[in-house]
């Protein structure tokens, strides 16, 4: 799943929300999240779950009666982050002994009854698919036991749950069309947090995405962890599941959320290299307002390294799809994960990463280093023997090269015209607006006499690594 600039933050910090309730005299929620976007979209979904049961949202943790705490285990940091937070909790716990604590998401799942009985941190744990079942497991902790549900489904997708938007901006969301990941990629621990690969019903997607458009949103992310296998209608060995209804692939459901409306934007994320088709391609192409930006994790810019990841493609299958990426849609901004200092990675096999980047030019990259997860392929395969500092060091390379690419891709925006949404105010002034371009550039201008949720054609003056400003063209 690509990780939005804006997420890194909310990665670090954890993100609490707030809204209105059905029931203003029910019990206080403090819901914070972590993680990737497919989190803060579930986050929604528990929003709506709990709100239908009369609960209120808040932003002050003091005056909660519920804490959960939506989490990631995608690295051992995002971990401990979440563990220090809990541990803030608690001591709120000893003052008020009747709050309830929850801890949701991928830690939820990895670790399961760990956290209640080993390390007596929190009184309920639910995993991803277990969030109709909240309601019943908090009364369960209200009794005075301990509550725990993380059964992984084949099915669930919460497609009938209509998602409290949590995002106050109301111009820009997200929709899950699918959950899980078969993919197995040996460094990564989401197919044991997620489970099965599943997609969502079309119907219920583009309703959705009309949901929000009448609503006032002008742009929906569609997300998944490998979009490309989005499929319905179809097994996974090809065969069709009902004769009697069409079958749709990820090119056709993006291409109907495109016709809800011209002034709806659509963004997509996670591409695998390994199945983004031309397809794909060419119905970004064909809409105006598919935007023109491809997150395509690389990982590793080596074929060994990569088939040590097991991500299902080579150096040259990888050039191959960003080769008809700028055939296809050559305005297309590209951007990428990389990992540094996986197992047995070699000082050619890392300069083999920093000739990649160069070669694609990504505007934009998500740069870690390796970061062992238990019961993962690589933990069970591979040593971790790149020591701690040579993966720091690697990491910041990599992050020099792409600091260098970016400041080089936007430099090239100078004097360019772009159609921009506006997202919010600036937070350095009021008199400046923040919005994205279709590229997902991130462009500053003057207000004027806009606001949040208006397109205006901005021509740019000036650049930075990380943003360009500009003014409304005449
Ligand atoms: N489904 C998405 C990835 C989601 S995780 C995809 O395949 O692109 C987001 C990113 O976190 C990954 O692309 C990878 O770069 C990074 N990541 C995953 N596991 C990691 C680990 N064990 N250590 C360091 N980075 C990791
Ligand atoms: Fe993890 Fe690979 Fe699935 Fe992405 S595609 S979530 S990296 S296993
Ligand atoms: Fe997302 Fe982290 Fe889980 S990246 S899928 S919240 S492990």
Same mark, same amino acid.
């Given at each position: 799943m690509q990780i939005e600039e804006k997420k890194i933050d909310e990665e670090i910090q954890g993100q609490a929300t707030m809204l209105e309730s059905k029931n203003p005299s029910g019990k206080k929620l403090y819901l914070e999240s972590y993680g990737c976007q497919m989190n803060f979209s579930d986050s929604e979904v528990v929003a709506s779950i709990l709100i239908d049961q009369g609960y209120s949202t808040t932003k002050d943790v003091e005056e909660a009666d519920v804490i959960l705490m939506n989490t990631c285990s995608i690295r051992e940091n995002a971990e401990q982050r979440v563990r220090n937070k809990l541990s803030q909790h608690n001591k709120r716990k000893k003052q008020n002994p009747s709050l309830v604590i929850g801890i949701l998401g991928c830690m939820a799942e990895r670790l399961k009854k760990d956290l209640l009985e &080993? =390390?007596?941190? $929190?009184d309920l744990v639910a995993g991803p #698919?277990? +969030? %109709? @079942?909240l309601p019943n497991l908090i009364s369960e902790v209200e009794t005075g036991q301990k509550a725990v549900n993380v059964l992984l489904s %084949? /099915? /669930?997708? +919460?497609? #009938?749950i209509a998602p409290v938007r949590? @995002?106050?901006?109301? *111009?820009t969301g997200f929709i899950s069309i699918m959950r899980g990941c #078969?993919?197995?990629?040996?460094?990564? $621990?989401v197919p044991f947090t997620r489970g099965r690969e599943r997609s969502r019903d079309p119907q219920s997607i583009v309703a959705e995405a009309q949901d929000m458009f009448n609503k006032g949103y002008k742009e929906v992310t569609l997300l998944g962890q490998? *979009?490309?296998s989005y499929k319905w209608? $179809?097994?996974?060995?090809? =065969?069709?599941? @009902?004769?009697n209804q069409p079958t749709v692939s990820f090119a056709e459901l993006m291409e109907k959320v495109a016709l809800v409306d011209p002034a709806l934007r659509v963004r997509f994320s996670t591409s695998h290299p390994k199945d983004m088709t031309d397809d794909v391609l060419h119905v970004m192409a064909k +809409? =105006?307002?598919?935007?023109? +930006?491809i997150h395509l994790? *690389? &990982?590793?810019?080596?074929s060994e390294v990569l088939k040590r990841m097991n991500r299902g493609y080579t150096r040259e299958w990888y050039l191959e799809r960003i080769a008809a990426i700028k055939r296809i849609v050559p305005e297309a901004f590209i951007s990428t994960d990389i990992i540094t200092?996986?197992?047995? =990675?070699t000082e050619e096999q890392h300069q083999d990463t920093l000739s990649i980047m160069r070669e694609v030019g990504y505007e934009f990259s998500y740069m870690f280093f390796y970061s062992e997860r238990p019961k993962t392929l690589a933990e069970r395969?591979?040593? #971790?023997?790149?020591p701690l500092e040579v993966k720091k060091r690697r990491l910041s390379e990599v992050q020099e090269v792409q600091a260098e690419l970016a400041l080089e891709a936007n430099s090239k925006t100078v004097g360019k015209t772009y159609e921009v949404l506006i997202e919010g105010i600036s937070k350095r002034s009021d008199d400046f607006v923040y919005g994205r371009n279709s590229q997902n550039l991130t462009v500053i201008f003057p207000k004027g006499d806009h606001k949040p949720g208006d397109y205006v054609n901005v021509t740019i003056q000036e650049y930075t690594s990380a943003t360009v400003k500009g003014i409304e063209a005449n």
């Amino acid at each position: 799943m690509q990780i939005e600039e804006k997420k890194i933050d909310e990665e670090i910090q954890g993100q609490a929300t707030m809204l209105e309730s059905k029931n203003p005299s029910g019990k206080k929620l403090y819901l914070e999240s972590y993680g990737c976007q497919m989190n803060f979209s579930d986050s929604e979904v528990v929003a709506s779950i709990l709100i239908d049961q009369g609960y209120s949202t808040t932003k002050d943790v003091e005056e909660a009666d519920v804490i959960l705490m939506n989490t990631c285990s995608i690295r051992e940091n995002a971990e401990q982050r979440v563990r220090n937070k809990l541990s803030q909790h608690n001591k709120r716990k000893k003052q008020n002994p009747s709050l309830v604590i929850g801890i949701l998401g991928c830690m939820a799942e990895r670790l399961k009854k760990d956290l209640l009985e &080993q =390390e007596k941190l $929190v009184d309920l744990v639910a995993g991803p #698919d277990a +969030y %109709r @079942d909240l309601p019943n497991l908090i009364s369960e902790v209200e009794t005075g036991q301990k509550a725990v549900n993380v059964l992984l489904s %084949r /099915e /669930e997708t +919460y497609a #009938d749950i209509a998602p409290v938007r949590l @995002d106050k901006g109301g *111009v820009t969301g997200f929709i899950s069309i699918m959950r899980g990941c #078969d993919n197995m990629c040996s460094f990564c $621990v989401v197919p044991f947090t997620r489970g099965r690969e599943r997609s969502r019903d079309p119907q219920s997607i583009v309703a959705e995405a009309q949901d929000m458009f009448n609503k006032g949103y002008k742009e929906v992310t569609l997300l998944g962890q490998n *979009v490309d296998s989005y499929k319905w209608n $179809v097994t996974k060995k090809g =065969e069709i599941i @009902d004769p009697n209804q069409p079958t749709v692939s990820f090119a056709e459901l993006m291409e109907k959320v495109a016709l809800v409306d011209p002034a709806l934007r659509v963004r997509f994320s996670t591409s695998h290299p390994k199945d983004m088709t031309d397809d794909v391609l060419h119905v970004m192409a064909k +809409y =105006e307002n598919i935007c023109k +930006y491809i997150h395509l994790p *690389v &990982q590793s810019g080596n074929s060994e390294v990569l088939k040590r990841m097991n991500r299902g493609y080579t150096r040259e299958w990888y050039l191959e799809r960003i080769a008809a990426i700028k055939r296809i849609v050559p305005e297309a901004f590209i951007s990428t994960d990389i990992i540094t200092g996986f197992c047995g =990675e070699t000082e050619e096999q890392h300069q083999d990463t920093l000739s990649i980047m160069r070669e694609v030019g990504y505007e934009f990259s998500y740069m870690f280093f390796y970061s062992e997860r238990p019961k993962t392929l690589a933990e069970r395969k591979f040593e #971790d023997d790149i020591p701690l500092e040579v993966k720091k060091r690697r990491l910041s390379e990599v992050q020099e090269v792409q600091a260098e690419l970016a400041l080089e891709a936007n430099s090239k925006t100078v004097g360019k015209t772009y159609e921009v949404l506006i997202e919010g105010i600036s937070k350095r002034s009021d008199d400046f607006v923040y919005g994205r371009n279709s590229q997902n550039l991130t462009v500053i201008f003057p207000k004027g006499d806009h606001k949040p949720g208006d397109y205006v054609n901005v021509t740019i003056q000036e650049y930075t690594s990380a943003t360009v400003k500009g003014i409304e063209a005449n």
